[in-house]
């Protein structure tokens, strides 16, 4: 009976530990933080569509901080980030070991994830990461090892519609790419009723625009040739903007 349960709880161990995500700790950071920073910003996300959005801390080795409601300066042992608050539904933070700690003077990783749904269409998600420092008070070192936590706010992330749905407010137009995925360029077909005035525009998968257009579509077949010779490798999205609607596609570039 205690080897069966032992083999269970070995199952279910390893079980927890493949579903959760892993991360890669950035040892190039060198200014003690939380990266990205509220500047850049975490990457938006898209209904039905796998998120991962990854954390990168370094710790640092002395700090002042507050204690009994005093600044105080203290050397740092170590730190944990303890959790990511206002994620959607689903949403799961993990860290890069098990506990979730960094020593003082290192750097660690977590990642955000999961699958937004489409009751997290259009909310912006406000967030906080939440982490505590672990440190000796300097000139009370025999308090011993105190706890300092810390709040990281003012990260935002919004939902957008589903990258490889269309989304139309009526049947005015509809719109093709190929080849997909793209290698030097590729070809936006958009087949109109009647003309329409189309706003294009394409972005990476942190929501930066590296491309836009504006189009007057005549009635019938319209193409655009787009290179993407410059574009770095990975995922796009193409968004058409106009009375109809809004037109969304999904593009690789290798």
């Known amino acids: 009976m205690k080897k069966i349960l032992s083999i269970l709880i070995g199952t279910v161990a390893f079980s927890m530990f493949s579903i959760a995500q892993n991360c890669t700790v950035d040892n190039s950071i060198v200014i003690t933080g939380v990266y990205p920073d509220t500047i850049q910003g975490f990457k938006d996300g898209y209904v039905n569509t796998d998120y991962e959005q990854v954390v990168q801390v370094r710790i640092p080795t002395d700090s002042t901080l507050v204690w009994n409601s005093i600044e105080i300066k203290a050397k740092v042992s170590y730190g944990t980030i303890n959790s990511v608050v206002g994620m959607p539904s689903g949403f799961v933070f993990d860290c890069n070991n098990f506990d979730c700690k960094t020593m003082g003077g290192g750097n660690g990783c977590g ?82 009723i009647s003309s329409e005035n189309v706003k294009i525009s394409i972005s990476n998968t942190f929501g930066a625009i590296v491309r836009s257009y504006n189009v007057n579509l005549n009635s019938g077949l319209n193409t655009l040739n787009i290179e993407t010779s410059d574009f770095n490798t990975g995922l796009y999205i193409v968004s058409l903007e106009s009375s109809f609607g809004v037109v969304i596609h999904k593009l690789m570039v290798k």
Do not use: C, H, W
């Not at 937004?116 to 939440?130: E, G, Q, R």
């Not at 105190?146 to 519609?161: A, D, M, N, R, V």
């Not at 719109?175 to 590729?186: E, K, V």
């Open 111 to 192: 990642i955000v994830y999961g699958k937004p749904s489409v009751a997290d269409l259009n909310k912006t998600f406000k967030l906080t990461i939440k982490a505590t420092l672990y440190g000796v008070v300097t000139g009370f070192e025999s308090e011993g090892i105190q706890s300092f936590p810390i709040e990281y706010s003012g990260y935002y992330f919004k939902i957008l519609p589903e990258a490889s749905g269309v989304f139309r407010l009526n049947n005015r137009v509809s719109s093709n790419i190929y080849p997909n995925p793209a290698l030097n360029s590729f070809i936006l077909e958009m087949n109109a």
